[in-house]
């Protein structure tokens, strides 16, 4: 599966929110944008993430950058996943995985000492003319919201 590299294109999508309306990623255009990938909504690690980019929104969003969040869940789950965790971020449903696999984030992952098939965690920071600026595979739920955040000049 090819992933996405700093200075490519970001693939446009077009997905359901958890309102069930549509978002583009052209919708975000002249912002930056924070894209990750995740498993499954109210997972313990997705959850942590999520907790994450949530408690750090406001300065993330002060310096510009929108916040997305994409998983194979459905849009009811997502509202749910963002009403108990008040989330204050967009939430974007995939259910057919092609924004998925188009960004890199699916394919083979080990999970438990097994090689198998899923969303690889992942994190892609888009710039305000839709191009790559940052791109991290296979991150860990704990902790990425801070690398992110040193990454783009916003932690030391």
Sequence with gaps: MPRLEIGDVAPEFELLNAQGETVKLSDFAGSKVIVYFYPKAMTPGCTTQ??????????????????????????????????KEGLNFTLLSDPDKKVLEEWGAFGEKNNYGKVVQGVIRST???????????????????????????????AS
Excluded: M, W
């Design 50 to 83: 999520a907790c994450d980019f949530r408690d750090n929104f406001e300065v993330l969003k002060g310096a510009g950058y929108q916040v997305v969040g994409i998983s194979p869940d459905k849009p009811e789950s997502l509202q749910k996943f963002a009403d």
């Design 124 to 154: 892609v920071v888009v710039d305000e003319s839709g191009k790559v600026e940052l791109a991290k595979y296979n991150v860990k739920a704990t902790g990425h919201v801070v690398r992110i955040l040193k990454d783009v000049g916003l």
